[in-house]
């Protein structure tokens, strides 16, 4: 168990519908990042927060965004779903410390638009 | 932005062949970590290398930083079924970190 929990597990929805995909991160930890991964395809960072306020971002659409609270859970809104936005969304935390920058990953959440 | 370059982006070897992916940056990286990641898994971290020039070995895998800290390379002897997944390196730059798209290993027994 990572420490991470990301939820739902699977979700299933219709072409141009809305989903949030959450995160809880590890106790304590403060960075909080979020991965799509394709179908046998690598992770493609979509953006980072650090301690609620947005950090980095990386190959984000403008149909998705994310925010990250003051408990320092995130959430991922998908909007106008298409199938190609079918895939598995990763979590991962680190502690963003100088010894300490290992990111633990959710389980994942696997949207499947149909 | 800041990027990580990961060859190759599969490889498929035969059970007892070794194994090298390679990671590359174009600026110094404050460390550079390896995940894997197993068919219908989540990534798992394996180690973080942090010094100029640094070798790690867990068993069978041998983990090197570049001396310039821009490039790391993780390698398998004498594959085994078990080592299928993909490998990621996870470039820090200060305190973001970027993945490596992975290599995708697969062994046939």
């Known amino acids: 168990d990572s420490g991470v929990t990301q939820t739902p597990k699977h979700l299933i929805t219709a072409t141009g519908q809305r989903v949030t995909l959450r995160c809880s991160p590890r106790?304590?930890?403060?960075?909080v990042y979020w991965y799509q991964q394709s179908l046998d395809q690598g992770l493609q960072f979509l953006i980072q927060?650090?301690?609620?306020?947005?950090?980095a971002k990386g190959n984000i659409l403008e149909r998705f965004s994310a925010q990250q609270f003051p408990d320092l859970h995130s959430e991922l809104n998908l909007s106008s779903l298409e199938l190609g936005d079918s895939a598995l969304y990763f979590c991962?935390?680190?502690?963003?410390?100088?010894?300490?920058?290992?990111?633990?990953f959710g389980q994942g959440t696997r949207l499947t638009v149909v | 932005g800041q990027q990580v370059m990961q060859i190759p982006q599969y490889q498929h070897v035969q059970e007892g062949e070794d194994f090298t992916t390679y990671c590359n940056s174009s600026t110094t990286l404050s460390n550079i970590q390896w995940y894997k990641q197993r068919p219908g898994g989540h990534p798992v971290f394996l180690i973080q290398?942090?010094?100029?020039?640094e070798v790690k070995k867990q068993k069978r895998l041998t983990f090197q930083f570049g001396e310039a800290k821009k490039n790391s390379s993780l390698h398998i002897t004498a594959t085994q079924t078990t080592d299928v997944g993909t490998y990621f390196c996870a470039g820090l730059y200060n305190n973001d970190m970027r993945f490596g798209a992975g290599t995708r290993l697969t062994v046939k027994p």
């Open positions: 290398l942090v010094k100029s020039g």
């Open positions: 927060y650090y301690n609620g306020e947005e950090r």
């Open positions: 991962a935390s680190s502690g963003q410390s100088r010894m300490n920058t290992e990111a633990f």
């Open positions: 106790s304590g930890d403060l960075s």
